[in-house]
């Protein structure tokens, strides 16, 4: 028995003697299958050719990203702070050399994923950090491939990790979507980690959203809308998305605001 990885969306799948017949995110109208048709893998394959490097990215958050880029090619972001590290969107590749620094850096508490997209191998990550739970919002819990018991599916508008830390329901891309909103990063100005519910734009002084990246299918204003309004009670001066050097510097709270009044306007 094998819990197999789409090798497209780098989703790991419950254990089975075969390849499943299809991957159903893939399959999806926001993704998409690749042009060789369904490709699978395994852990123990990817750990032969590929290898994850370590970044500090800003006082008390590291990235991690796979080498060479796999699958939708994201890096996660470990957040370490007082009351715990969360990690978030957490890569596909898991090899011992991972583990080891994971835990030089103070292990894992609690995962969180941002969206079926980027899930990849979270049951193995949370198996190697003691079980740790896995922040899943309900509205997404259809979308869960390979199923475990360290899963928490939380429901309403947010989540309190602790204090500071809060996973906030934006929707958009998918119902569920979510942030992590670090109220002590930046220097205690607060930062915004996104995945791909907010896109950072090429001009980094923007940010996008949309329904599907790859197939270019727009967001309807009022999803818009209520992303922005979603974040209004939080300050954030960073933001963060799901790719490196993918950073709202500054000012990113009001970047996510002019950069909402502009998509409506184009959409309108």
């Known amino acids: 028995m094998e819990n197999f990885i789409c090798s497209t969306c780098g989703v790991q799948f419950d254990a089975s003697e075969t390849p499943p017949a299809n991957c159903p995110i893939c399959d999806d109208e926001r993704q998409y299958v690749g042009y060789g048709g369904q490709q699978w893998t395994t852990r123990e394959k990817l750990k032969r050719t590929h290898h994850n490097r370590f970044e500090t990215v800003e006082k008390n958050l590291v990235g991690i990203g796979t080498e060479p880029s796999f699958a939708i090619g994201h890096r996660s972001l470990l957040v370490r702070a007082s009351a715990g590290n969360v990690l978030w969107d957490p890569t596909v590749l898991l090899d011992e050399t991972t583990i080891e620094t994971v835990r ?15 899930v990849t191998t979270c049951v193995e990550w949370s198996k190697a950090f003691d079980d740790a739970p896995i922040y899943w919002h309900a509205d997404n819990r259809d979308w869960v491939m390979r199923t475990d018991a360290s899963y928490i599916f939380w429901g309403g508008e947010t989540a309190a990790l602790a204090f500071g830390l809060t996973l906030i329901r934006c929707g958009g891309h998918f119902e569920g979507s979510a942030v992590l909103h670090w109220a002590k990063g930046a220097d205690g100005r607060g930062v915004l980690i996104t995945g791909d519910t907010i896109q950072v734009a090429s001009d980094r002084r923007y940010v996008s959203f949309m329904y599907s990246y790859p197939n270019m299918i727009p967001l309807h204003a009022q999803k818009i809308s209520r992303i922005v309004n979603a974040l209004e009670p939080f300050a954030f001066d960073r933001l963060y998305g799901g790719w490196w050097h993918s950073i709202v510097a500054s000012d990113a709270k009001n970047a996510v605001k002019r950069s909402a009044e502009r998509y409506v306007r184009a959409l309108q």
């Open 104 to 118: 030089a850096l103070g292990g894992i508490k609690w995962l969180a994923v941002s969206h079926p997209h980027l």
